[in-house]
C-alpha cells in the first residue's frame, strides 16, 4: 500500500507539473510540426527534382536468323513494359556508341548460332552489357533477362522433345521446322509476357499508391513519437544527493518516481495520440472499418508504452544527464527511421530492411498503415505485447537492482 501511496502522490505530482508550463507545453507540441514541415520540404524538393525517364534498353542480334528477328521485334514492341523500360534493336557498334555517350542503360547481346543451339539442345546464353556507371540499373536488367532465360531453359526441353517426335514420324523438314517454330513463339510469348516477368511480385506501395493518407499517417507517428520523448523530459527533473538521502528516509524511491512519470506520460501522450490520428482520420477522410478506432488506440498505447519503459531503462542505466540525454534522442531518431515513417522501408537498402520488422516501431506502423490505409481488421498483438513486458520487466529488474546497490 506504501507504494502505491507514494506512486499516486508523484503522480499527482507529474500533473501539477504539467499544469504549471501549461504557457509553454503547446508551443513544445508544436514543435514537432515544425520539424515534420522542414523534413517534408527536404522530401518533396528531392523528390520532385528527380528523372523520371524510362530506362533505354539497346537489343543487338548476332544471330541474325528468323527467330531472334521476331524476339527483337516483339521485345521492342512490348506494351507490357511500359513507361519504365524502352527497348530497341540496334547494331553492336550503335551500341557501344551509344553506351559511351550515356544514351543507353545496358544492351542484350543475343550471341551467333543462337537459335540453332537452342533446336539443338545446346546451352542458350544472352549476355547483358551494362554501363559502369549505372549498377543498378544494369542488375535490374540482368534480372529480367535472367527470367526469361529461365524460361527458355525449361521450353527448350519442350522443343527438343517435339522435334525429335517429329523426326520419328519421318515428317518433311519444312513442317516440323514449322512446328517447332510455332513452339518456339508460343514459349517466346510466355517468356516475356506481362504476367510472367514484369509483375510476378506485385508490392503493395502505399507511398505512390496512397500518398496523401500514408504521409498524414506518417506525420502522425512522427509527432506522437517526438511528444512522447518531449513530456518525459519535462517530467524529469534531477535532484541533488541531499534531497535523495532525505527520500529514502521516507522510504520513497527512484522507482516510484519512475512508474509515476511513466503514467502520467503515458496517458497525457495516449489521449493526444489518439485526438490527433482521430484528426488525421477525419481530414483526409480515410476509410476505417468498424472496430478500427479501437485497434488503433490499442496500437498506440503498445507503442507509447514500450517507447517510455526504454527510455527508463537508459536513465536508470546512466547517470551523466547530458549523455543520458543524448543516448535517448539517438534512440529516437533510431525508431524513427526504422519505423518506415520518417523513411518508407520500400526506398531503404535490402540488407537493413531484413531486420526492420524485428523493432517494434516498425511493427506498429505496419499495423497502423494495414488497418488506416490497407482496410485490414485484424492485428498481431503477440509480439507487440512481448516487447512491452520485456521492457517492462527490465526497467523493473534494473531499478530494483540500482536501488538495492546503492543500499
Do not use: C
Request: aromatic share 12%; glycine share 4%.
Amino acid at each position: 500500500m506504501q507504494f502505491l501511496k507514494l506512486v499516486s502522490l508523484f503522480t499527482k505530482n507529474n500533473v501539477m507539473q504539467l499544469w504549471r508550463k501549461w504557457k509553454t507545453l503547446p508551443l513544445l507540441l508544436l514543435f514537432p510540426f515544425l520539424l515534420i514541415g522542414l523534413v517534408a520540404f527536404i522530401f518533396v524538393t528531392y523528390f520532385t527534382s528527380l528523372e523520371e525517364e524510362p530506362l533505354q534498353i539497346g537489343l543487338v542480334d548476332l544471330d541474325q536468323s528468323s527467330e531472334t528477328e521476331m524476339v527483337m521485334k516483339l521485345l521492342a514492341d512490348s506494351s507490357q513494359l511500359g513507361d519504365f523500360i524502352h527497348m530497341r534493336q540496334v547494331t553492336m557498334s550503335e551500341a557501344e556508341r551509344m553506351m559511351d555517350q550515356d544514351e543507353l542503360v545496358a544492351y542484350i547481346l543475343f550471341p551467333e548460332s543462337f537459335t540453332k543451339k537452342l533446336y539443338n539442345g545446346e546451352s542458350v546464353d544472352v549476355s547483358v552489357v551494362g554501363h559502369p556507371n549505372r549498377q543498378m540499373e544494369s542488375y535490374f536488367i540482368k534480372e529480367l533477362v535472367d527470367s526469361a532465360a529461365r524460361h527458355i531453359s525449361s521450353s527448350q526441353a519442350n522443343i527438343l522433345t517435339i522435334n525429335y517426335f517429329a523426326k520419328q514420324l519421318d515428317m518433311n523438314t519444312e513442317t516440323r521446322n514449322q512446328i517447332v517454330l510455332e513452339q518456339f513463339n508460343e514459349f517466346l510469348l510466355y517468356a516475356i509476357g506481362k504476367d510472367n516477368m514484369l509483375e510476378q511480385n506485385i508490392l503493395s506501395n502505399n507511398v505512390t499508391t496512397s500518398p496523401k493518407e500514408y504521409f498524414s499517417l506518417a506525420t502522425g507517428y512522427f509527432v506522437l513519437t517526438i511528444w512522447i520523448f518531449i513530456i518525459y523530459q519535462i517530467l524529469l527533473r534531477e535532484q541533488s544527493s541531499e534531497i535523495q538521502t532525505r527520500m529514502k528516509l521516507y522510504g520513497v524511491t527512484a522507482f516510484q518516481q519512475l512508474i509515476a512519470r511513466i503514467i502520467i506520460t503515458f496517458i497525457f501522450t495516449s489521449l493526444l495520440g489518439t485526438l490527433l490520428f482521430i484528426g488525421i482520420i477525419h481530414s483526409f477522410e480515410f476509410d476505417i472499418s468498424q472496430g478500427n478506432h479501437l485497434r488503433m488506440f490499442l496500437l498506440i498505447s503498445i507503442f507509447t508504452l514500450s517507447f517510455l519503459f526504454i527510455l527508463a531503462i537508459i536513465e536508470t542505466i546512466i547517470r551523466s544527464k547530458k549523455l543520458r540525454l543524448l543516448v535517448q534522442f539517438i534512440l529516437t531518431a533510431v525508431l524513427l527511421l526504422a519505423s518506415g515513417s520518417l523513411i518508407p522501408d520500400i526506398y531503404l537498402p535490402l540488407y537493413i530492411q531484413d531486420y526492420l520488422p524485428f523493432i517494434f516501431s516498425n511493427q506498429i506502423f505496419f499495423w497502423l498503415e494495414e488497418i488506416l490505409i490497407n482496410g485490414r481488421v485484424y492485428v498481431d498483438y503477440a509480439s507487440l505485447l512481448q516487447t512491452v513486458i520485456i521492457a517492462a520487466f527490465v526497467a523493473t529488474g534494473i531499478s530494483i537492482l540500482k536501488e538495492h546497490v546503492k543500499s
